[in-house]
């Protein structure tokens, strides 16, 4: 424990000169908020979309405006010079649409509650739009007649990708590029789940160019637990971890270990993997997130 400690330091002494990057208070189980709100505020993308927010009249509204409240929270950890503020704005903004205190969330519910409140309480169209864009999944099916080789496209979105933890043959899969593979992989269809193209098709494989930018890890049983967020700062690709009101480096060994390592002392396992795409594939493509559950 004390050589854990010893590694994950704090970066910067406390007092007014602490210029880090600053953690949130866990008010009543919040550990799980805490971890998704560090999540979106450190995607630079998600900050620019919420500095152009229009700001609500009534003050009524904006108490029950989750992107003003986040908005809020945002420059409260821009301007501090302290290690950890209070999130109780937010958090009581979002009791007002049933997310309560004092219970264990499980982290992807909580993200697509977060995330549709946000879609839908922003006005303006075009933000709307490109906070859709950001956080969505895009992905091509396409299918080849094995007969006359005439190829359909079909295209789905989602906010999330549910992978397999077994391959076709009930073999387990054993590292996050085979699940990634077993999901992509193609498929000849046949019997009831034939597509028509006279009598048969089949799944090419499509290719996502996404690198990690953050892990959402829980610690403890499905129905008691912890949650902390490892998150890559974009200005530097430097990797910090968000456990509450504590914020620390990390190495990327840190990062790996939390895939199938018993030996950590928090015992913390990966359960949220959230992707942006690479720099040199954003002209070619408007995705730039994608969360892998």
């Known amino acids: 424990m004390k050589k854990k400690t010893e590694k994950l330091r ?3 002494s406390v ?3 602490y210029k880090g990057p600053v953690g949130l ?3 009543g189980q919040t550990c799980c908020l805490n971890s998704l709100l560090q999540m979106f505020i450190m995607n630079m993308n998600f900050t620019k979309i919420l500095k152009s927010i229009t700001m609500p009249r009534e003050l009524e509204e904006r108490k029950r405006s989750v992107p003003y409240q986040l908005l809020l929270l945002l420059e409260k950890m821009q301007d501090s010079r302290l290690r950890a ?3 109780v704005e937010l958090v009581s903004c979002l009791q007002k649409y049933n ?3 004092f219970v264990d969330h499980d982290a992807a519910q909580l993200f697509l509650t977060l995330w549709n409140l946000i879609q839908s309480q922003i006005t303006d169209l075009e933000l709307s739009e490109r906070l859709k864009t950001l956080y969505t999944i895009r992905i091509q099916e396409s299918m080849v007649c094995l007969d006359c080789n005439v190829k ?5 979105s989602m906010l999330t990708l549910s992978l397999p933890l077994f391959d076709t043959d009930a073999q387990p899969l054993k590292t996050l590029e085979d699940s990634l593979h077993c999901f992509f992989q193609p498929r000849k269809l046949s019997g009831q789940n034939k597509c028509f193209c006279e009598e048969c098709g089949k799944l ?3 290719q996502q160019q996404y690198e990690l930018f953050a892990v959402i890890a829980h610690m403890g049983t499905a129905s008691h637990g912890h949650y902390c967020a490892y998150i890559c ?3 530097d690709g430097r990797w910090f971890c968000f456990n509450d009101s504590n914020v620390c480096w990390v190495t990327w060994e840190d990062i790996k270990r939390t895939y199938g390592n018993c030996h950590l002392y928090w015992g913390e396992t990966a359960y949220l993997l959230v992707y942006k795409k690479n720099e040199n594939q954003l002209a070619s493509s408007p995705d730039t997130s994608m969360t892998v559950r």
């Open 85 to 87: 503020i209070w999130p």
């Open 152 to 156: 359909n496209h079909r295209d789905s």
């Open 204 to 206: 090419t494989y499509w």
């Open 25 to 27: 208070y866990n008010i």
């Open 99 to 101: 997310v309560p205190l």
């Open 10 to 12: 704090y970066l910067c």
């Open 15 to 17: 007092g007014d000169s």
């Open 233 to 235: 700062n974009p200005a």
